[in-house]
């Protein structure tokens, strides 16, 4: 009697787990590009004079969570992803943040990440890239920019010693 016990609360259980699945996969995640507003901007990044190549850049929105983002040429330009469809960034404030050691799911030209995020906490000693972007630059950021309709390039002139405060633009 417990073994009929046990595999009827085990099939309720299987089912359960099976009816969950079903509908999560049934959901549709897709984004309405109509309805969302989004800015082209491109730029480049300097640091110490130098262009900063290979560096990632995101273009944080602090209230909804949402960002778009970058990864910089060998001259550190680069042209923010809204994401791995789009090109863009919705309009508002946003908190700006580089990394030489940062990879995200879905940014041009990133690979080997299997899913999400990965850390930015990378170093040699790991095997990852190593961090060439001060703290206060990447996670201790307070560059902040806002998006409008009329932005256009932002050139950000990084210093080692984190004395740049803001981004210039065209």
């Known amino acids: 009697m417990f073994r009929e016990f046990l595999n009827s609360a085990t099939l309720l259980f299987l089912a359960a787990v099976c009816s969950l699945c079903a509908v999560g996969c049934s959901a549709n995640n897709a984004i309405d590009y109509g309805k969302v507003t989004l800015v082209n901007i491109s730029g480049t990044v300097m640091l110490d004079d130098a262009p900063l190549a290979g560096a990632v850049v995101t273009f944080e929105d602090q209230e909804t969570g949402t960002m778009s983002f970058a990864r910089t040429n060998s001259s550190g330009s680069f042209t923010l992803q809204f994401d791995s469809e789009r090109d863009g960034v919705t309009p508002g404030k946003k908190l700006v943040r580089f990394s030489t050691a940062r990879k995200i ?66």
């Open 105 to 170: 799911l879905g940014l041009r030209g990133e690979d080997g990440e299997e899913a999400g995020e990965a850390s930015s906490e990378r170093s040699a000693e790991s095997g990852g890239p190593r961090e060439l972007v001060p703290d206060c630059y990447n996670g201790k950021s307070a560059l902040t920019v806002e998006i409008t309709a009329d932005s256009g390039a932002m050139h950000f002139e990084l210093k080692s010693d984190c004395s740049t405060k803001g981004a210039g633009g065209d």
